[in-house]
């Protein structure tokens, strides 16, 4: 490891703005708030923290639809502000990542008003426009991530642009090299104010397929996605501007194989660190994220086991549980019942002890849980009230919408971070954007720091722990176990020895097989959650790792 790879011994805390910390009661979290729980990030121990967009947008998805990428929004506060955030940060020897959502722009910033004005306006080539289809259709088949088409009619010029996201979120046309070099501009802005990385929105979208065909699984998938020039691109950003940087960069990739991320991530291409795989999040549901179904934790092992060895030598992994798009993982793969502690270690414990650099999203170090919220009025996020909307009139039940929107709705991890048990979590002194999670009294940060079996110290410990023990940096995955359907086990191995991580996933007392008990036999224990660990099987949640 070469001391620019200084991410590959990092752990990231995800920070989304709007639900943090609210300092002038306006009900939205916002940058001085971050500053004044930044001794609280540093206590925990990770050593970057990555921004959800505090630029200038209308707000239509939460500031990935970006009006102005050299602005802060009036919401969060002052570029003053930020410049003030990454002084703090660094002054605690934590570094700023910012987020870099450049497949698509706001339908309010001024290209985009620029290029709907007319066909031969000098921005029309930033934004892809086409014609409709001569029976009248829109130019393809293809849908929005958030519903309905992924193409609207502009009525000024009779063409169609296209939207992968919302209607207020036009895509970017990135065989444009104008475009591109005004989005390397931008990005050099953010680096010389001594920012130190991004995070890349959907970067695997930046190239199309040029043929724009009509998709076959109906949603145009995967003409959208890692498209013929999506490489050269990253390459080009690289040469242009990241290289001549000290930063790290992690590419948000729906779609995008362990095949792509060796060649996404493999330093001698010269494009991304790592990036952010969606498969091990898609195994809890049939096709449409919403017809969702109980894990099936076999599969979830092989997931794991095929990314953790395709990477290893070639590329690097990002590790997720977590972040603001995904349900709180201890009420999806743990229990958020009477395990909720418990569980949450375990899983904290799965995924820090694999290879790659771990992603924390705030709350998930206190075990923060799912909401269920009574009514949809309590609801903000666009997907989910537009996925309500579409599959109400398919026919779908009240009841089972709500369901799904329990399960797997993105504000499940929006709701506000609970610091205290005053009113809103101590979150704001306002009205909240949207409503907190009405277990803030038993489950918030300051309990957490008060109790040393807290999951918060758990975390901490964990992080410690990854840079005490190379091992976890560089070993090698081995998975154990195969085919239980409870326990999920493996080893981390390189010439000095190995560490044999036990998890179960499961609420009932398990056995370990007889092999991996005797490797583990009077072993010592480098973390566990279970007080009486090293026996002959697994306690509910257990989660143990070994030193062999
Ligand atoms: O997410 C990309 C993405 O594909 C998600 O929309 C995902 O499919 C969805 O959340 C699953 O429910 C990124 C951002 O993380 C997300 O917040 C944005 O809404 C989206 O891009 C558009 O910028
Ligand atoms: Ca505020």
Redesign the pocket.
């Known amino acids: 490891m070469n001391k620019h790879e200084w991410w590959k011994k990092s752990v990231v805390y995800q920070i989304y703005p709007k639900s943090f910390n609210d300092t002038n009661r306006d009900g939205i979290g916002d940058i001085p708030g971050i500053i004044e729980k930044l001794d609280y990030l540093k206590e925990l121990g990770v050593d970057v923290l990555w921004l959800s967009p505090v630029y200038d947008s209308p707000q239509e998805?939460n500031g990935?639809d970006i009006r102005n990428y050299r602005q802060v929004d009036d919401l969060f506060g002052r570029m003053e502000d930020l410049e003030k955030l990454l002084e703090e940060a660094h002054k605690r020897d934590m570094k700023l990542v910012m987020d870099l959502?450049v497949n698509?722009t706001s339908d309010e910033h001024p290209w985009f008003v620029e290029s709907s004005k007319s066909k031969d306006n000098p921005y029309r080539d930033y934004y892809i426009w086409k014609e409709g289809k001569e029976n009248g259709e829109p130019p393809t088949n293809w849908t929005s991530?958030f519903g309905g088409p992924a193409w609207e009619y502009d009525e000024t010029t009779g063409h169609y642009y296209l939207h992968i996201?919302a209607k207020k979120?036009p895509d970017l046309n990135w065989e444009n090299p104008k475009l591109r070099e005004d989005i390397y501009d931008m990005m050099k802005f953010w680096l010389d104010k001594g920012m130190d990385g991004f995070r890349m929105?959907?970067i695997n979208f930046i190239s199309k397929d040029p043929e724009y065909p009509d998709g076959e699984n109906g949603d145009g998938s995967p003409y959208f996605m890692n498209g013929p020039r999506v490489h050269e691109f990253l390459q080009e950003m690289n040469q242009e501007v990241l290289s001549n940087y000290d930063v790290m960069t992690v590419g948000?990739m729906?779609g995008a194989s362990p095949e792509d991320a060796k060649r996404y991530t493999n330093p001698e291409n010269e494009e991304l660190n790592m990036i952010f795989t969606f498969e091990h999040m898609d195994l809890d549901s049939n096709g449409d994220?919403w017809n969702w179904t109980n894990l099936d934790l076999v599969r979830l092992k092989e997931n794991f086991e095929k990314w953790q060895t395709a990477l290893h030598g070639v590329g690097w992994n990002s590790l997720y549980w977590n972040n603001?798009?995904q349900p709180r993982i201890v009420s999806r793969f743990g229990d958020d019942g009477e395990y909720r502690v418990k569980s949450a270690k375990m899983l904290a414990i799965c995924l820090h002890m694999m290879q790659g650099t771990p992603y924390i999203y705030q709350g998930e170090e206190l075990g923060m849980t799912n909401v269920h919220f009574e009514t949809l009025e309590e609801y903000r996020n666009i997907?989910l009230l537009n996925m309500y909307k579409e599959k109400k009139e398919q026919g779908w039940s009240h009841e089972d919408l709500m369901k799904a929107i329990y399960v797997k709705g993105?504000d499940n991890a929006r709701t506000p971070m609970q610091w205290n048990d005053s009113e809103n979590g101590g979150f704001t002194d306002g009205t909240p954007w949207i409503q907190a999670n009405p277990n803030y009294n038993e489950i918030n940060a300051e309990q957490a720091l008060a109790d040393e079996n807290s999951v918060f110290y758990f975390y901490q410990q964990l992080i410690r722990l990854r840079k005490e023990i190379d091992l976890i940096t560089d070993g090698r995955f081995e998975l154990l176990m195969r085919e239980d359907p409870n326990v999920f086990a493996y080893k981390r191995v390189d010439d000095e020895g190995s560490l044999l991580v036990v998890c179960n996933f499961s609420s009932e007392e398990v056995a370990i097989d007889e092999e991996v008990l005797k490797e583990i036999q009077g072993k010592p224990i480098v973390i566990t959650n279970e007080a009486e660990a090293n026996r002959d099987g697994l306690a509910s949640y257990e989660g143990t790792v070994y030193r062999i």
């Open positions: 998805d990935y959502v698509h991530v996201f979120q929105d959907v948000e729906p994220k603001h798009d997907e993105r």
